[in-house]
């Protein structure tokens, strides 16, 4: 946002292209009229569901509306616990693009094979907006900032969708609905491949 070329600790391939930073949030200051201020642009980030704002992944209260943000560690206790509810430990994702439908389809993978899959309709808004928010965001890490409008400028980005921590779904009649992901869940829960 502010163009700050920030040095965060992180991993690099062979060739030394970025797989993995653990920056947070962008530590440029931009100049106003009454002083500097830290560049409010994050990395990684947990959507207020009430304003729909971006807030630090520790925060418990949203610094824009005020509002209590849901702990994910109370969420997922929440889930574990219901019998209509399911919890995958997200190990990756498959997206698939049905171009006569105009529908993105992911489907996320547990560790032990099981499925849950969910799909975004690009040619309403919402859906368009709901995708934005949930993983536009979050390609590569955020390092920069991309809203989609069409499935044709998605498609060359899907081999870099970000897959979330974990997914929650709930029993519908006969199907099961994803109602949350979960991205850059820290601790006390194992993710996929974590095992020991």
């Known amino acids: 946002m502010c163009d ?9 391939d062979a060739e030394g292209n970025i797989l993995e930073h653990f920056g947070r949030r962008c530590h440029g200051l931009i100049d106003l009229p009454d002083g ?6 994050r990395f990684r980030f947990k959507r207020c569901p009430h304003c729909n704002e971006e807030n630090d992944i520790a925060a418990r209260q949203c610094q824009h509306c005020a509002e209590k943000l849901i702990d ?12 209509n509810n399911k919890v995958l430990r997200c190990a990756d994702i498959t997206p698939e693009i049905i171009w006569k439908d105009k529908v993105l389809k992911i489907t996320y993978h547990d560790e032990d094979g099981l499925t849950l ?20 965001r979050r390609i590569a890490n955020g390092s920069q900032s991309i809203q989609f409008d ?3 400028e998605v498609e060359r980005f899907l081999p870099y969708l ?6 929650i779904a709930k029993k519908q009649k ?3 609905q994803v109602t949350e992901r979960l991205f850059d869940y820290q601790e006390p829960y194992r993710k996929a491949n974590e095992l020991n």
Request: hydrophobic residues 35%.
């Open 72 to 83: 994910p560690d109370d969420l997922l206790r929440s889930a574990l616990n219901l019998k």
């Open 150 to 152: 069409t499935l044709e």
């Open 117 to 136: 899959s969910e799909s975004f309709r690009f040619n309403y808004k919402k859906a368009r907006q709901s995708f934005n928010d949930l993983f536009s």
């Open 174 to 176: 006969q199907h099961w």
């Open 4 to 12: 700050f070329a920030n040095t965060f600790w992180g991993r690099k």
């Open 36 to 41: 500097e201020e830290q560049c409010t642009y």
């Open 162 to 167: 970000p897959a979330p921590d974990f997914v």
